[in-house]
């Protein structure tokens, strides 16, 4: 086992060699991670990303689960440029991605449609950005590896949507993880194929590490919710200096109740809701006490609105024509921000239910601050 990985994870040596075979191709790879819930997908797409850092000075990440992201918070669609190793696969990171998309929901279940039109667009732009391409022709000269990692729904429409995404990207390299649960595995061989086998293609058929040679359990079924709402809290803290000493989801809701606001006027933006439609007169009902997508709005039917991260509505005025949000975007990127996308993420109830922490501005019954 690699000497850079934390102690509490094991990597079997079918994952190891897996690994290794996509990192030292000819060519810098392209590679598919996909699986069942609960496979050890991210794990593995960790550690390979790892094992490619050894060889690459950067490798770059989409991450196509908007439930859990590796290192963006829950609804977003991502493409990370990474440059360092990650001792510890155990815990995730947050970091900022050089493209996103937000698309407001933990599952695609509810637009199967919007959300691989987001994949497609962030693969056609690494595509633009790291890829030589001769029209009509498949990449030629990849200029940098790519890991995708992929969402745990792998039945019904998840299954349809997986297929799409592979015949789209057409990686050089599919890792496909199986768990124990026959019935939950993807169908055997190249099964986004519709002819029989692809050379061009190098399919690596895995199983889940389910325990370490003394017998310490690795995979377990995780709670998401909980898990989501860790990963929010980690986000917003972002709004506050690493000295700041807040360690507790008390300290964090009391620090955000006092953070001092940016005031976006309200005739300066746009506001849309992703997967709903909101009357006009309940519109500053639904924002107020929401998390909201800070992106930058395209002009043309085709450019979709790219992402520069979350906000807090933290509450309305309505008499002077404002909202106070909070952010830890940087003031020069919220220059650019002339699009509100109002989605399924929500602030973590257990923010609003911290005992002693009466504040208007988190509270969901609130509409103006005066």
């Known amino acids: 086992m690699d000497s850079s990985l934390s102690r509490d994870i094991y990597i079997p040596e079918q994952w190891s060699e897996a690994a290794e075979s996509i990192a030292y191709s000819s060519t810098p790879p392209i590679a598919l991670i996909c699986g069942a819930k609960n496979c050890g997908k991210t794990t593995f797409s960790r550690h ?5 850092l050894h060889k690459y000075a950067k490798v770059a990440y989409l991450d196509t689960d908007v439930g859990q992201p590796e290192f963006a918070p829950p609804g977003f669609l991502s493409l990370t440029i990474v440059h360092k190793v990650t001792p510890d696969l155990t815990v995730p990171c947050l970091k900022t991605p050089e493209r996103c998309l937000f698309f407001g929901d933990v599952s695609c279940k509810r637009d199967p449609s919007t959300y691989l039109s987001y994949v497609f667009a962030i693969y056609d732009y690494f595509q633009k950005e790291y890829c030589i391409t001769k029209k009509g022709e498949n990449p030629s000269n990849i200029k940098l ?3 995708v990692n992929t969402p745990g729904w792998v039945k019904g429409v ?6 799409d995404m592979l ?5 050089t390299h599919v890792v496909k993880i199986s768990i124990s649960s026959e019935n939950k ?3 055997a061989g190249e099964f986004w194929l519709d002819e029989e ?3 061009t293609i190098n399919l690596i058929e895995i199983n889940s590490a389910r325990r370490d040679s003394l017998n310490r359990s690795i995979l377990f079924q995780k709670d998401a919710r909980p898990l989501r709402d860790l990963r929010i809290m980690a986000y917003f803290k972002q709004c506050f200096s690493n000295d700041s000493n807040i360690s507790t989801i008390k300290e964090l809701a009391h620090a955000l109740a006092s953070h001092c606001p940016y005031e976006v006027p309200i005739a300066s933006i746009n506001i849309r809701h992703l997967h709903c439609e909101v009357p006009s007169s309940e519109l500053f009902f639904s924002l107020n006490a929401t998390i909201v997508g800070l992106a930058v709005d395209s002009e043309g039917p085709d450019n979709l609105p790219w992402c520069l991260g979350l906000g807090i509505v933290r509450g309305v005025d309505t008499v002077k ?3 106070h949000v909070i952010t830890p975007v940087p003031h020069s990127s919220l220059e650019k921000v002339n699009l509100l996308l109002q989605g399924y993420i929500q602030i973590p109830s257990c923010l609003l239910q911290v005992q002693g922490c009466i504040s208007p501005y988190m509270s969901a019954n609130t509409l103006a601050i005066n």
């Open 197 to 199: 086998h692809d050379e």
């Open 167 to 171: 015949k789209y990207i057409s990686p």
């Open 185 to 187: 595995n993807l169908p």
């Open 321 to 323: 024509g404002v909202l």
């Open 48 to 52: 390979l990303l790892n094992i490619l």
């Open 158 to 163: 998840g299954y349809d949507v997986l297929v």
């Open 145 to 147: 590896p790519l890991i």
